[in-house]
């Protein structure tokens, strides 16, 4: 690198916004969740209602997918399906999503 000129900010994943309604707090959440080494994009999904109650926003590891995993977004009676591409496996993802949501 030349002399003077400053290193290039990390590398940081992004969020897609393809839809116009989301759990309240997940955007946050994700933006967070974007700046974690090996996330490359994540993207929120169907949102539907569910059966129990969340008082607080979680986001749960379901099932992998070809290049990461789905995640179910909860928060009051609402559930909504995150998609994540990524190179972390299952348990640092859970690890990295408990370190954005204790924040």
């Known amino acids: ?4 000129r400053k290193n290039p900010p990390p590398p940081k994943g ?3 916004l393809n839809h116009s309604t989301h759990i309240e707090g997940l955007i946050v959440t994700l933006e967070r969740l974007a700046t974690i080494d090996g996330i490359t994009t994540l993207t929120p999904a169907v949102i539907s209602p569910g059966g129990g109650r969340s008082p607080q926003l979680t986001l749960r590891v379901s099932v992998p997918i070809i290049g990461g995993f ?3 977004a ?4 609402s559930v909504q399906e995150v998609f994540v591409i ?3 496996e299952k348990v640092q993802l859970e690890q990295a999503i408990q ?3 204790h924040k």
């Open 1 to 4: 690198m030349a002399p003077g």
């Open 14 to 16: 992004r969020v897609v």
């Open 70 to 72: 789905k995640l179910i």
């Open 74 to 77: 909860r928060k009051g009676k």
């Open 86 to 88: 990524t190179s972390l």
């Open 99 to 101: 370190q954005v949501i």
